[in-house]
């Protein structure tokens, strides 16, 4: 089946304390992109990857690191936690089409709260 | 910047009902437009999109044309029905690669 998988969907965690969301994907995509989504805000782009070694800022990248050593996995790292990044994450992949990025399929989403 | 604003919610409908989400853009250039759906409890999903100016997007009895001259991208649906029943996102595509989402709207439909 494909599909976007995270690990884990639930995480209580303490301010300062080093975590990381993990992202896999079984279709192949070139494309990965991690969103975080805040009432009243909607999503919004953290940081998102066009291929292995290739990420970029999307509009929220600060207190967030991302790597892409392979090509179906899309990490995402909170090295020093705080409150303010308590929020639902999603990551998302996609096909390159030669006229951009179409459909996203997104992953079940990971609850993190920072306390 | 780029942004989109959608009409804020809840929006509750009565089955059989016409659905209107008004969502206007802003950007420059030449963004690509996407409605997605989200359920409860799950991730995102797209429901339609259009990539030019006048296209239609449709999927599953939901519309929407992308408006240059009025930067909208309004979802509209003839007959809801209670499975309808979700929060809907309009977002734009800029620059290839980067994504803008609305805050949502949340659709309810009563039997």
């Known amino acids: 089946e494909a599909q976007v998988t995270q690990n884990p969907r639930y995480l209580i965690t303490v301010t300062g304390k080093k975590l990381t969301v993990t992202c896999s994907q079984n279709?192949?995509?070139?494309?990965m992109s991690w969103y975080r989504q805040d009432p009243g805000l909607g999503l919004r782009q953290i940081y998102y990857s066009m291929n292995v070694e290739v990420t970029d800022k999307g509009d929220v990248p600060e207190g967030y690191k991302v790597s892409r050593k392979e090509k179906r996995n899309f990490p995402l790292i909170l090295e020093s936690p705080s409150p303010n990044q308590t929020s639902l994450y999603f990551c998302?992949?996609?096909?390159?089409?030669?006229?951009?990025?179409?459909?996203?399929?997104f992953g079940p989403g990971t609850r993190l709260t920072v306390l | 910047g780029n942004s989109v604003t959608q009409m804020e919610g809840p929006v509750t409908l009565s089955e059989e009902a016409f659905l209107t989400i008004n969502c206007t853009y802003t950007a420059t250039g030449y963004p690509s437009l996407f409605w997605y759906v989200q359920y409860p409890g799950e991730g995102l999903q797209l429901l339609l999109k259009?990539?030019?100016?006048?296209d239609k997007g449709s999927n599953k009895g939901f519309e929407a044309t992308y408006r240059k001259e009025t930067t909208s991208f309004h979802l509209e649906k003839g007959s809801v029905q209670v499975s309808d029943s979700a929060v809907y996102f309009c977002a734009l595509r800029y620059n290839f690669n980067k994504f803008y989402f609305g805050s949502g709207t949340k659709l309810n439909v009563k039997p």
């Open positions: 279709m192949n995509h070139e494309y």
């Open positions: 259009a990539t030019k100016a006048d």
């Open positions: 998302a992949s996609s096909q390159l089409g030669t006229s951009g990025i179409n459909e996203q399929f």
